[in-house]
């Protein structure tokens, strides 16, 4: 696998995207705004008009897009990855999407000779920045085994979770832990702030202890400075705690957290909130004193 194409350049595709090509793949770009790419394209990637034009172009294509609809029609639709890629190409769907979805494109790619892995990653814009992401990945063990190569640039925690969409299965149950940790942690900061304390200071010690996390230590700080820029979109956190309550619901699981935290979520959706970072979610137990 020497020429990788990337599909969508966010917040963490762009970084993940620059680290492939560190790591010294040939990497061409599509995404629906050519402005967010002009940092890779300086840098030495190559720009193609369209997925089709990509998929032809490369010998693994990986997405890292929106929404499950997103995906769908990147690979299923008119001049869709799934009708241009050659036998042996390689699909890697990184977007935290369906787990049926990606049983979906497996079957399809295997059926034209390819090769298709379901691998979200977890981590936000530090772990893309740092490289650090830990890849969940669902998929033949010779899918996974020509992917992993690619892995290797920007992830630090690279596992195989089984066939088609147990990469996706294993992401819901993050965002699922992720979902009662954010609550968790604004609860505790705005309890910390209202009694008097110097939140900071609080954050400080109890980071160290039993309570400390990801969120505590990474977004603890943001929500206290009232820094709410993205390093995961509050719309997409509600697109994934979605997806894992449709999930849970197939399971006849109750999850009753879940379901709390997608409300509160939708709320500062509703509010305007959308396109915020998760951290944001401390806005809600400050405003709503």
Do not use: C
């Amino acid at each position: 696998m020497k020429k990788a194409g990337f599909i969508g350049t966010g917040v963490m595709g762009s970084a993940m995207a620059g680290h492939l090509m560190d790591a010294g793949f040939e990497v061409h770009i599509y995404t629906r705004t050519k402005k967010k790419a002009e940092p890779l394209l300086e840098k030495g990637a190559v720009w193609q008009e369209d997925p089709a034009s990509l998929t032809k172009a490369v010998d693994a294509v990986l997405t890292m897009v929106g929404y499950p609809e997103d995906v769908r029609d990147i690979y299923f639709g008119e001049n869709g990855i799934l009708d241009n890629g050659r036998e042996g190409t390689l699909l890697v769907d990184l977007t935290t999407s369906r787990p049926d979805l990606a049983e979906q494109i497996a079957e399809e790619a295997s059926k034209r000779g390819m090769h298709a892995v379901d691998a979200p990653v977890s981590g936000g814009d530090v772990g893309a920045e740092e490289g650090t992401l830990a890849v969940m990945s669902g998929g033949t063990k010779k899918a996974f085994s020509l992917a992993e190569p690619l892995f290797h640039a920007f992830g630090r925690r690279i596992e195989y979770m089984g066939g088609p969409g147990a990469g996706q299965l294993t992401k819901a149950a993050n965002q699922i832990a992720i979902a009662g940790t954010m609550m968790g942690v604004s609860e505790s900061l705005a309890f910390a702030k209202e009694s008097g304390l110097d939140p900071d200071q609080v954050l400080s010690v109890i980071e160290t202890g039993a309570a400390g996390s990801f969120s505590m230590s990474k977004l603890g700080p943001r929500m206290l400075s009232g820094d709410n820029e993205p390093g995961f979109y509050i719309k997409h956190f509600v697109k994934d705690m979605r997806i894992a309550i449709e999930t849970a619901r197939e399971l006849d699981l109750d999850l009753p957290g879940l379901e709390q935290a997608e409300k509160l979520y939708t709320k500062l959706m509703q509010e305007g909130w959308e396109d915020a970072g998760t951290q944001a979610l401390f806005q809600y137990y400050v405003k709503n004193r």
